[in-house]
T-cell receptor, first 108, second 115 residues
Framework: TQLLEQSPQFLSIQEGENLTVYCNSS?????LQWYRQEPGEGPVLLVT?????EVKKLKRLTFQFGDARKDSSLHITAAQPGDTGLYLC????????FGIGTKLQVIP | GAVVSQHPSRVICKSGTSVKIECRSL??????MFWYRQFPKQSLMLMAT?????????EQGVEKDKFLINHASLTLSTLTVTSAHPEDSSFYIC???????????FGPGTRLLVL
């Protein structure tokens, strides 16, 4: 059983569309992180959400932490081809546990 | 920001040989480094935790005699895949803790292909 479940696992959309990816768990977390990984590279930390109900924005990316701190979502507005990549949610401060990821492809 | 490097970035080896992968923290001292493995279309799975000056701690199901980890200094950890086989082909990624942030910094990964 995966500690962090992500959906969808694959997403292919046209440039300019909006999308939301989800990260769910039955566990409560003190924080959740979102990473982006491009092919052949290591993951890069995008954001950390700490407080239940917290919303953080990073340009066109909006991250939300569920009120119960069991889930999180990432919403991308007006997706660009440069947003293409693998989006991973993760938990843990040192030994990081990753979800399976959402592979996003934005078609020009 | 803190930088973590890995060497080599890609390696191809014959079955039965050993391969060493280096993970370096370039501008900070890392008391703890972590090794992950990522198979195609899968997420990163933690293999082991490497502490400077002590034995590594391996996750369940990871063979410590096959994946030798050495953390001899505060800026270098090495992972040696001994007697590599095709099923060991994967993307190996390290992370290093101690760069000033609450979370470890990840290296760029090493692609291993065992023929």
């Amino acid at each position: 059983t995966q500690l962090l479940e992500q959906s969808p696992q694959f997403l292919s959309i046209q440039e300019g569309e909006n999308l939301t990816v989800y990260c769910n768990s039955s566990s409560v977390f003190s924080s959740l992180q979102w990473y982006r990984q491009e092919p052949g590279e290591g993951p890069v930390l995008l954001v950390t959400v700490v407080t239940g109900g917290e919303v953080k924005k990073l340009k066109r990316l909006t991250f939300q932490f569920g009120d119960a701190r069991k889930d999180s979502s990432l919403h991308i507005t007006a997706a660009q081809p440069g947003d293409t990549g693998l989006y991973l949610c993760a938990a843990g401060y040192q030994k990081v546990t990753f979800g399976i990821g959402t592979k996003l492809q934005v078609i020009p | 920001g803190a930088v973590v490097s890995q060497h080599p970035s890609r390696v191809i080896c014959k079955s039965g040989t050993s391969v060493k992968i280096e993970c370096r923290s370039l501008d900070f001292q890392a008391t703890t480094m972590f090794w992950y493995r990522q198979f195609p279309k899968q997420s990163l799975m933690l293999m082991a935790t490497s502490n400077e000056g002590s034995k590594a701690t391996y996750e369940q199901g990871v063979e410590k005699d096959k994946f030798l980890i050495n953390h001899a200094s505060l800026t270098l950890s090495t992972l040696t895949v001994t007697s590599a086989h095709p099923e060991d082909s994967s993307f190996y990624i390290c992370s290093a803790d101690g760069g000033g942030g609450p979370f470890p910094y990840f290296g760029p990964g090493t692609r291993l292909l065992v023929l």
